[in-house]
């Protein structure tokens, strides 16, 4: 299936399969006021997907759902509810083998049950994109925001993004297939967003006209043949047994390894122009720099915002991708920083760790605040953080009430 | 991406297990363009510069893959007939003394119990075929991508042989030179190309061409 | 792909290895009335296999391949385990899962093979031990039978996990002993078989590979039935004789000693109505054709 002569031909539900670049940047958008989980509904009813299954976890539950009413009305060819996440990734992982574009949604626990499968689909190169909706891992048990389990996520060999609004996160669901399916990357994609945060909260996303849709997935442009009987070399595995091979040395299997990271940094030359770069920056010559990902730059946006009123400038990194990393656009953005600040949604402040081993002079990140298990963050914690750090005295948020 | 410089790709024996061209910096070339020891350039310098290396070689070698290999379509079929005139093309215009070889690589499984390097290549140790034949250029075309990296990465760790590659898709950064978005119509220019330089190259003139690559330094490019 | 496809350029086929040009002119792919009786004459399904000389899997593997309808259109799932290293040589697309989840990749691949070929003849089998089987994949095993996903499931009975060194398994006996299960296993030999009955296979058999006429024909009937009725399960009792004591020359025997009547593999055969009645509707077609070809035979 050339996708090129596809172009311009409308599929079943009367959509026009469209350029990718013509779709993400001179389609009319259309301004509508939707939840995150809507949001899923109305990418994935553009995105010409084959196969998404299901499993219920919250907060991702009714975006599973929804997408299930999408397979009903016919803009998805097939859709099920798998039996656990393990299971929902394996069924995943054969659909994608055989060729479909292949989507699915998980959180936390659900993440963690389903954790042997991405090595696999990435050594693989299984281009499935996934969202996950980060929430509290066990134990205690918490169905709120937290982005620890991004941080395992992170040498999966998959490629992981993390959008911070609703736009953000429309636009990159559409974008990630496109990206994930490039036969110089053909990685599979975590798409994350903080759950409920966006998720279940509304807000205005411009979305792309419902009557054009992604170019369809063509399993032959792909590095690794297709396992459906209609390719050579017949005689194939997508996993030969190496290390049970004679005259064969190891190299050959951290070779593959080294291939997959490969295939994350060739994703930047395709990621950059889509996304608009890996990072986002805002007054990075200023001396205090807020920089993370997801809702904590929303609510960094908001503390820099309380700072400025108090006469204090501040900018602001937000990171877009956590792999490929973005290493050198975060040296370039924070060598005038004499302070880094990390606010982060998770217990292990995985993201200032991740800073420390980027920037030269890593005494400059200050990590924090930290909040975890769902605890909001309010931008005046974050003021508070940035204060105290500085030397300035200042009353705890925390003690209003006593 | 902004690189100071890029990783020098050239042939080996470079390392234990040589970096991944691509973790090093090294970026892939756009559409007409291609790329020589991992320096992007128009494309017409790396068909010139491909002939030369297949002229100055002793024995250069082309391994087609599965994909040209089996008639699974039209194109195939096709393709596999401009490979056969380029490897025919070059055995008129080798020069004495040079012994051009045509091996496959007819799948990408681990062979058992043993390889027979004389008639074969596979991905996961192409180095047994290039140390028995002792080939010190070679050319692979009609490989998927990911087991033609696999070949490329193996063989610059371990041997001393130029590698370049005829890629349909985007290229390689593991090859010292590689083509992009390869055709029935690339696969014949370049063959052009071969029979142009014929009586040009002098016959060995290769090892003296990769021995003034190890004298340069193998600059940038930060392993992320 | 069509048996058409499975050709070498012409310019090329001088220079492919002897077993490639074999794969292509003795194969027997879509060669009608193909079987165990190819064994031997035609191995372009098998290459040699690095299993245990005498290993009763490494003969079902080349019945089992003999028999499969269509190779040319067959995509199999394994699982890791003695069978994995089989797969490599194996002349058609293969899956490696990870342990266990078989079953749900298998699923998968069904669902794409269907949406994208629709009409099309796309088999999907699984092969799998019985620990992969019955253990670590129940969940997805039973599972893919709970949804009725059309395709067929093969488990290799050793009745451990032999390529780990001989740890009890579901499938082990009760009383017998191995690594794990130092004072024997303490609950009986799990009844799969039935279980797969009462989950929604349409066809179960429960022999051993001791006869290839007989692996021929559940292979066969197996995959026609999953091809248009529902999920089809074949358990096949292919002994470690490493793990038992034995050695090679045993294996068969101790096959023909665990079916004998009464014995935990005789023969056992479940059927629903509808795979019944789609069976006896095959051979009567199989019938009408053998007659009507000797007709005209007859006639020429």
């Not at chain 1, 009813?45 to 084959?50: F, N, T």
């Not at chain 1, 997408?67 to 299971?87: H, K, P, Q, S, W």
């Not at chain 1, 032959?220 to 040395?249: A, G, L, Q, W």
């Not at chain 2, 071969?194 to 600059?219: I, N």
């Amino acid at each position: 299936m050339d996708s090129h002569s596809i172009i311009g031909t409308k599929n079943k539900k009367g959509q026009v399969y469209t350029d990718p670049n013509h779709l993400f940047f001179e389609a009319p958008r259309i301004p509508s006021f939707f939840t995150g989980s809507e949001v899923i509904k109305e990418a994935i009813r553009r995105a010409s997907v084959d196969l998404m299954v299901a499993y219920p976890i919250t907060p991702q539950s009714e975006a599973a759902a929804l997408i299930g009413e999408l397979y009903a009305e016919g803009y998805v060819t097939d859709y099920m509810r798998g039996e656990n996440e393990f299971g929902v990734m394996s069924e995943c992982a054969g659909g994608s083998f055989g060729g479909a574009r292949v989507f699915t949604t998980t959180a936390g626990p659900g993440t963690m049950r389903a954790m042997e499968n991405f090595p696999m689909w990435s050594g693989a190169r299984l281009p499935i994109e996934m969202i996950v909706t980060c929430r509290g891992i066990n134990s205690p048990l918490s169905i709120q925001p937290d982005t620890l389990e991004m941080y395992f996520l992170l040498e999966t060999g998959m490629l992981v993004w993390h959008a911070e609004t609703a736009q953000d996160f429309y636009d990159w669901i559409l974008m990630g297939f496109m990206v994930a399916e490039q036969p110089d990357v053909h990685l599979p994609i975590a798409i994350c967003c903080d759950g409920f945060f966006v998720t279940h909260t509304k807000d205005v996303v411009n979305l792309t006209p419902v009557d054009m849709c992604l170019p369809p997935y063509d399993p032959y442009r792909s590095p690794v043949p297709c396992m459906d009987m209609e390719c050579p070399p017949v005689r194939m595995m997508r996993d030969p047994f190496i290390m049970k091979s004679n005259y064969i040395s190891y190299a050959t299997h951290a070779s593959w390894q080294q291939e997959v990271r490969a295939a994350i940094e060739r994703s930047r030359k395709h990621t950059i122009p889509l996304l608009g770069g890996l990072i986002e920056t805002e007054n990075v010559d200023a001396e205090i720099l807020i920089v993370s990902s997801g809702t904590a730059v929303s609510q960094g946006r908001e503390a820099i915002r309380l700072l400025a009123d108090e006469g204090l400038r501040v900018g602001l990194v937000k990171i877009k991708s956590l792999r490929p990393w973005p290493y050198h656009e975060i040296r370039e953005a924070t060598k005038h920083a004499k302070h880094i600040f990390v606010p982060e949604f998770n217990v292990a402040g995985w993201m200032a760790r991740e800073l420390k081993a980027t920037v030269p002079d890593s005494d400059r990140v200050v990590a924090g605040p930290q909040v975890a298990g769902g605890m909001t963050m309010p931008p005046e914690v974050i003021v508070e953080h940035i204060q105290r750090t500085l030397g300035k005295s200042v009353a705890t948020l925390a003690a209003r009430g006593s | 991406m902004n690189q100071p410089g890029h990783y020098m790709v050239r042939p080996g024996p470079e390392a234990f297990l040589p970096p991944a061209a691509a973790s090093m910096g090294n970026a892939l070339p756009d559409p007409g363009q291609a790329h020589i020891n991992g320096r992007i350039v128009p494309e017409e310098e790396a068909f010139q510069e491909a002939a030369r290396m297949f002229l100055g070689g002793t024995v250069p070698t082309i391994f087609p893959g599965p994909l040209v290999l089996w008639a699974w379509n039209e194109k195939a079929k096709k393709k596999a007939t401009a490979i056969k005139f380029l490897y025919d093309t070059l055995k008129e215009c080798a020069p004495a003394g040079a012994k051009p070889m045509l091996i496959p690589m007819p799948d990408y499984r681990p062979k058992y119990p043993k390889i027979n390097p004389e008639v074969e290549i596979n991905p996961n140790h192409p180095n047994l075929t290039i140390w028995h034949n002792k080939i010190d250029v070679c050319m692979f075309v009609g490989v998927h991508c990911h087991q033609a990296n696999l070949s490329l990465k193996i063989i610059r760790g371990g041997t001393n042989c130029y590698t370049i590659a005829m890629c349909a898709q985007a290229g390689h950064e593991d090859a010292c030179l590689s083509f992009r978005d390869a055709s029935v119509e690339k696969i014949m220019y370049l063959a052009e190309w071969v029979k142009k330089l014929k009586g040009t190259v002098p016959f060995g003139a290769l090892k003296k061409h990769v021995a003034a690559l190890q004298t340069q330094d193998r600059a940038g490019g930060v392993r992320s | 792909m069509s048996k058409e496809k499975i050709q070498i350029c012409e310019e090329f086929f001088d220079i492919m290895p002897p077993e490639y040009q074999a794969l292509v002119t003795n194969a027997t792919w879509g060669k009608e009335g193909r079987g165990w009786k190819d064994v031997g004459v035609n191995k372009e399904l098998i290459e040699q296999h690095s299993l245990c000389a005498g290993c009763p899997e490494s003969m079902a593997f080349r019945y089992i391949l003999a028999s499969l309808p269509n190779p040319e259109d067959t995509v199999m799932v394994g699982s890791t385990g003695c069978t994995s290293l089989v797969f490599p040589h194996v002349g058609i697309h293969n899956i490696h899962s990870l342990f266990g989840n078989q079953n749900a990749v298998a699923s998968g691949l069904k669902r794409a093979l269907t949406l994208r070929f629709p009409g099309k003849v796309k088999d999907v089998v699984v092969l799998a031990g019985d620990g992969a089987t019955v253990d670590i994949g129940l969940d997805y095993t039973l599972q893919s039978w709970f949804r009725q996903e059309k395709f067929t499931t093969i488990c290799f009975d050793n009745e451990l996990y032999a390529n780990t060194g001989g740890q009890e398994s579901g499938l082990m006996q009760k009383g017998f002993v191995a690594k794990m299960a130092p004072m024997g296993k303490q609950f009986d030999k799990v009844r799969l078989p039935e279980i797969a009955r009462e989950s929604g296979c349409v066809y179960v058999v429960n022999c051993t590979v001791s006869k290839p006429s007989l692996i021929e024909k559940v292979v066969k009937n197996a995959v026609l039935i999953a091809r248009e009725i529902g999920p089809t399960y074949l358990q096949l009792y292919t002994p470690c004789i490493l793990e038992i004591g034995k050695n090679s020359m045993e294996g068969l025997q101790e096959m023909r000693d665990a079916e004998k009547p009464g014995e935990r593999f005789a023969y056992k055969e479940y059927i629903s109505d509808q795979a019944k009645a789609f069976l006896a509707d095959v051979a009567e077609k199989e019938k009408a054709k053998k007659a009507s070809a000797k007709e005209a035979l007859a006639q020429a």
